[in-house]
């Protein structure tokens, strides 16, 4: 039969542990202790030096001349570095003499640990032999070796004192079979007819043995984990000693060394450090503070503990003044800390700063959020108006804010923009320099709708116009530093969440912040130089629930609609009973829409369509319109009544008509500019004045504008007449485009329904574009025509 014990070149059959496993564990306690020692022993004596130091700069405090000023400093530094390198020596020695005694304990646990592994190892081998051997004489006896009365044949006893119990019993006992001498089993009478006794009690004595051979081998194993976690923790104990300027600046907060592995420690020590960065010393010692500071904000940027307390403890104008410092102290600062008015706040800075206030607010209450938030703007917005503070400071509390942190943060940070916003004064300059700040407060906003809707778009409608006025209106004077695209996000985000609402009144002030967005925009955020082409794309988005409205309105504001009385510009408020189309009876619900100025918003839809980019969000907003109102005319309740189905389409018409003709505006407005240009170089050059008295510049773009094929300075209409030119082209393919597909789609879903040809086009006669004189075409032309090309009276 096959043995039970395991095979292998280890006691009992076992295989033999790996090399390093199960053996004494290295290290020595007494070298750590004396190290240890040796080190307190420096450590002492540093101080013994200091003290001197100390006593020599006292004796010096009472002379003045320009020698001993350079001595004192000179003590004092050595003194300074005696202190550090003192306390250094004091940690690294308190982290060897715990790691000694760690050592030592675990060391001794892992020896128990061997001695009784190695006991039970002696008692796995002694009952695996006799499990062995009881096992051939109980085959033996199965196999039938002697007859039952034969010649050497063991008669079978069944006395009460061989039974199973009494075998069992404590004679048999492992603690009795483990003792310190083996004289082998005890004689069991009728051995072996009762060899299935022996084997039953050294099978279970096997498992005990076994069980305490993998307990010893547990313990040694949790003595070596002890261990070496212990190893771990002293490295990087001793290597965050290591970290010289990390450490300088600790120790020069006043902090012991020792504490440096505490994360609260370090914070409170940072935090401390602050004030060194602007007083004290010559300009190269501060700037080594700032440099100090960085290190130990960057290396600490993933700490948790370590910005809850550092937070706790310092303010976000402490932070700045320390970081980059007002007035001529600015000159000391690093280009890599954001020194100087061109320069940018160094990126890991940044992100440790961001990433540390966002684990500083995961411990936050919403009111400490706020609180937050409210201090990082408003510490900065202080001294934003002030020539001397440097305009780094604001891209530091940008850092401060990124868009991920809670909603209370940044609505506290917007209670402090708001605040600042109504007291400051005007041309001030202070808006340029806390651009950065805004920006970051928008994309917070835009990154929590509800918020975003809330504040750009309060409940209380007297104060959706300065929301507006002050988001959406106002422009630094070197234009958005990301392009326009936070405050454009924002407002898409909070028109969104009103649009999408069931509520009306959240309908309500939607609509009315795009009302007073109307007039905002084109003296405010479209300014922007370089406006970038997804800040267009959001807010052709704000504008996507209203396109239904655009062709009414522009007609209805044009002198030359050809309407018998022209309706005055409406002041900004919401139209709770706007239509897409007259008589559809409810038939095509539409979310409130908003008074709009129609030459307000063609200077909108114009500056966000100048390049390919911006205008084919515009053009995403038309089709997507064009659909919806094919899905619309073609749904059930229009195959019963068609009728209102021709009026659906011919408006949708004229609401594209009037918004793809505001995204030609540009182009008619430049031309008239240089028409502009021509006629007054014309009429000066009549008059005698010559080219040269009204500048080089005025008159190289006109011979520009000349240069073209056919085209003559003496002509001053031939930049508009060619503009117009393109125009019209551009206006007859859009024509093709949006009411050939909407009358195509209009036929083949009545062809679906079983109607011939004939019956299907009778049905949608109205809406077949038949050339320029037809009816879709016509109330394409006249809204397109009057948002390009407006006539001189139409504003």
Same mark, same amino acid.
């Given at each position: 039969?096959?043995?039970?014990?395991?095979?292998?070149?280890?006691?009992?059959?076992?295989? #033999?542990?790996?090399?390093?496993?199960?053996?004494?564990?290295?290290?020595?306690?007494?070298?750590?202790?004396?190290?240890?020692?040796?080190?307190?022993? $420096?450590?002492?004596?540093?101080?013994?030096?200091?003290?001197?130091?100390?006593?020599?700069?006292?004796?010096?405090?009472?002379?003045?001349?320009?020698?001993?000023?350079?001595?004192?400093?000179?003590?004092?530094?050595?003194?300074?570095?005696?202190?550090?390198?003192?306390?250094?020596?004091?940690?690294?020695?308190?982290?060897?003499?715990?790691?000694?005694?760690?050592?030592?304990?675990?060391?001794?646990?892992?020896?128990?640990?061997?001695?009784?592994?190695?006991?039970?190892?002696?008692?796995?081998?002694?009952?695996?032999?006799?499990?062995?051997?009881?096992?051939?004489?109980?085959?033996?006896?199965?196999?039938?070796?002697?007859?039952?009365?034969?010649?050497?044949?063991?008669?079978?006893?069944?006395?009460?004192?061989?039974?199973?119990?009494?075998?069992?019993?404590?004679?048999?006992?492992?603690?009795?079979?483990?003792?310190?001498?083996?004289?082998?089993?005890?004689?069991?009478?009728?051995?072996?007819?009762?060899?299935?006794?022996?084997?039953?009690?050294?099978?279970?004595?096997?498992?005990?043995?076994?069980?305490?051979?993998?307990?010893?081998?547990?313990?040694?194993?949790?003595?070596?984990?002890?261990?070496?976690?212990?190893?771990?923790?002293?490295?990087?104990?001793?290597?965050?000693?290591?970290?010289?300027?990390?450490?300088?600046?600790?120790?020069?907060?006043?902090?012991?060394?020792?504490?440096?592995?505490?994360? /609260?420690?370090?914070?409170?020590?940072?935090?401390?450090?602050?004030?060194?960065?602007?007083?004290?010393?010559?300009?190269?010692?501060?700037? $080594?503070?700032?440099?100090?500071?960085?290190?130990?904000?960057?290396?600490?940027?993933?700490?948790?503990?370590?910005?809850?307390?550092?937070?706790?403890?310092?303010?976000?104008?402490?932070?700045?003044?320390?970081?980059?410092?007002?007035?001529?102290?600015?000159?000391?600062?690093?280009?890599?800390?954001?020194?100087?008015?061109?320069?940018?706040?160094?990126?890991?800075?940044?992100?440790?700063?961001?990433?540390?206030?966002?684990?500083? $607010?995961?411990?936050?209450?919403?009111?400490?959020? /706020?609180?937050?938030?409210?201090?990082?703007?408003?510490?900065?917005?202080?001294?934003?108006?002030?020539?001397?503070?440097?305009?780094?400071?604001?891209?530091?509390?940008?850092?401060?804010?990124?868009?991920?942190?809670?909603? #209370?943060?940044?609505?506290?940070?917007?209670?402090?923009?708001?605040?600042?916003?109504?007291?400051?004064?005007?041309?001030?300059?202070?808006?340029?320099?806390?651009?950065?700040?805004?920006?970051?407060?928008?994309?917070?906003?835009?990154?929590?709708?509800?918020?975003?809707?809330?504040?750009?778009?309060?409940?209380?409608?007297?104060?959706?116009?300065?929301?507006?006025?002050?988001?959406? /209106?106002?422009?630094?004077?070197?234009?958005?530093?990301?392009?326009?695209?936070?405050?454009?996000?924002?407002? +898409?985000?909070?028109?969104?969440?009103?649009?999408?609402?069931?509520?009306?009144?959240?309908?309500?002030?939607?609509?009315?912040?795009?009302?007073?967005?109307?007039?905002?925009?084109?003296?405010?955020?479209?300014?922007?130089?370089?406006?970038?082409?997804?800040?267009?794309?959001?807010?052709?988005?704000?504008?996507?629930?209203?396109?239904?409205?655009?062709?009414?309105?522009?007609?209805?504001?044009?002198?030359?609609?050809?309407?018998?009385?022209?309706?005055?510009?409406?002041?900004?408020?919401?139209?709770?009973?706007?239509?897409?189309?007259?008589?559809?009876?409810?038939?095509?619900?539409?979310?409130?829409?908003?008074?709009?100025?129609?030459?307000?918003?063609?200077?909108?839809?114009?500056?966000?369509?100048?390049?390919?980019?911006?205008?084919?969000?515009?053009?995403?907003?038309?089709?997507?319109?064009?659909?919806?109102?094919?899905?619309?005319?073609?749904?059930?309740?229009?195959?019963?009544?068609?009728?209102?189905?021709?009026?659906?389409?011919?408006? +949708?018409?004229?609401?594209?008509?009037?918004?793809?003709?505001?995204?030609?505006?540009?182009?008619?407005?430049?031309?008239?500019?240089?028409?502009?240009?021509?006629?007054?170089?014309?009429?000066?050059?009549?008059?005698?004045?010559?080219?040269?008295?009204?500048?080089?510049?005025?008159?190289?773009?006109?011979?520009?504008? #000349?240069?073209?094929?056919?085209?003559?300075?003496?002509?001053?209409?031939?930049?508009?007449?060619?503009?117009?030119?393109?125009?019209?082209?551009?206006?007859?393919?859009?024509?093709?485009?949006?009411?050939?597909?909407?009358?195509?789609?209009?036929?083949?879903?009545?062809?679906?329904?079983?109607?011939?040809?004939?019956?299907?086009?009778?049905?949608?006669?109205?809406?077949?574009?038949?050339?320029?004189?037809?009816?879709?075409?016509?109330?394409?032309? $006249?809204?397109?025509?009057?948002?390009?090309?407006?006539?001189?009276?139409?504003?």
């Amino acid at each position: 039969m096959t043995p039970v014990g395991r095979e292998g070149d280890g006691p009992g059959g076992r295989p #033999a542990p790996p090399a390093g496993e199960l053996c004494p564990l290295p290290g020595s306690p007494p070298a750590l202790v004396d190290a240890a020692t040796a080190a307190g022993r $420096a450590a002492a004596g540093l101080e013994d030096a200091r003290a001197r130091l100390l006593r020599v700069r006292s004796a010096l405090d009472g002379q003045r001349s320009t020698a001993v000023e350079r001595a004192r400093e000179r003590v004092t530094a050595a003194g300074d570095a005696a202190r550090t390198s003192g306390g250094l020596l004091e940690a690294a020695a308190a982290t060897l003499r715990r790691h000694a005694a760690v050592l030592g304990d675990a060391q001794a646990a892992a020896q128990r640990a061997l001695a009784f592994r190695a006991d039970a190892l002696g008692r796995e081998a002694r009952w695996q032999a006799e499990a062995d051997e009881a096992r051939r004489s109980t085959w033996n006896i199965a196999a039938g070796v002697a007859a039952p009365g034969a010649e050497g044949s063991v008669p079978v006893v069944s006395s009460p004192a061989v039974s199973g119990t009494a075998v069992s019993g404590a004679a048999w006992s492992g603690a009795a079979w483990s003792g310190a001498a083996w004289s082998g089993p005890p004689a069991l009478p009728g051995d072996p007819a009762h060899a299935h006794l022996r084997l039953a009690a050294a099978e279970r004595e096997l498992a005990a043995a076994r069980a305490d051979v993998a307990a010893a081998e547990a313990r040694w194993r949790a003595a070596r984990e002890t261990k070496d976690e212990a190893s771990r923790r002293a490295a990087a104990a001793l290597a965050s000693l290591a970290d010289v300027r990390a450490v300088r600046a600790i120790t020069a907060a006043g902090a012991e060394p020792a504490g440096f592995q505490a994360s /609260g420690d370090a914070a409170r020590s940072v935090v401390a450090l602050l004030p060194r960065a602007t007083s004290g010393g010559d300009a190269a010692a501060r700037r $080594a503070v700032r440099e100090d500071l960085r290190h130990v904000l960057t290396a600490h940027a993933d700490d948790p503990a370590f910005w809850a307390v550092f937070w706790d403890d310092a303010s976000p104008a402490q932070l700045y003044e320390a970081l980059i410092p007002r007035g001529p102290g600015a000159a000391d600062v690093p280009a890599a800390l954001g020194g100087g008015l061109g320069q940018a706040l160094d990126g890991e800075l940044a992100r440790a700063l961001g990433e540390g206030i966002g684990l500083w $607010a995961q411990t936050a209450s919403p009111e400490e959020q /706020g609180d937050l938030g409210r201090l990082v703007v408003g510490d900065v917005a202080a001294g934003a108006g002030s020539p001397l503070t440097p305009a780094g400071r604001a891209e530091v509390a940008a850092a401060l804010l990124p868009a991920s942190l809670p909603a #209370a943060v940044h609505a506290g940070a917007d209670d402090a923009l708001d605040a600042w916003w109504s007291e400051r004064a005007p041309f001030d300059g202070s808006f340029t320099v806390l651009a950065p700040v805004v920006v970051a407060v928008a994309a917070g906003l835009a990154a929590h709708p509800r918020l975003a809707f809330d504040r750009l778009a309060p409940a209380d409608a007297g104060r959706v116009g300065p929301s507006a006025s002050r988001w959406l /209106g106002s422009v630094p004077r070197t234009g958005w530093p990301d392009g326009g695209r936070a405050v454009a996000r924002a407002f +898409a985000t909070a028109v969104d969440v009103g649009t999408a609402s069931p509520d009306r009144g959240d309908q309500a002030r939607a609509a009315l912040l795009v009302s007073h967005a109307t007039e905002a925009l084109p003296v405010g955020l479209l300014r922007t130089p370089g406006l970038a082409d997804d800040a267009a794309g959001s807010v052709a988005l704000a504008y996507e629930p209203y396109v239904p409205v655009i062709g009414d309105v522009s007609q209805a504001q044009s002198p030359t609609s050809g309407k018998a009385g022209v309706e005055p510009v409406p002041a900004p408020g919401v139209d709770l009973d706007a239509e897409v189309a007259p008589d559809l009876g409810g038939r095509v619900p539409l979310v409130v829409q908003p008074e709009l100025d129609a030459f307000a918003l063609r200077d909108v839809i114009g500056a966000t369509s100048r390049t390919p980019g911006a205008a084919a969000a515009w053009l995403g907003v038309t089709d997507r319109y064009s659909e919806w109102v094919l899905e619309q005319a073609t749904s059930e309740g229009f195959d019963v009544d068609t009728g209102p189905r021709v009026p659906l389409v011919q408006e +949708a018409l004229s609401d594209i008509g009037a918004l793809t003709g505001g995204m030609q505006a540009e182009t008619i407005d430049t031309a008239r500019a240089q028409v502009d240009t021509r006629e007054t170089v014309l009429a000066l050059a009549g008059t005698g004045v010559g080219y040269l008295r009204f500048g080089s510049r005025v008159v190289t773009e006109a011979v520009g504008l #000349a240069s073209g094929p056919a085209l003559s300075l003496f002509d001053p209409e031939a930049p508009l007449d060619d503009a117009r030119e393109r125009i019209w082209s551009t206006e007859h393919g859009l024509i093709d485009r949006y009411a050939t597909d909407l009358y195509d789609g209009v036929i083949q879903h009545d062809l679906g329904l079983g109607l011939t040809p004939d019956a299907a086009a009778e049905r949608s006669s109205g809406l077949k574009p038949d050339g320029n004189g037809s009816a879709p075409a016509t109330l394409f032309d $006249a809204p397109f025509d009057h948002l390009s090309d407006p006539a001189e009276d139409d504003r």
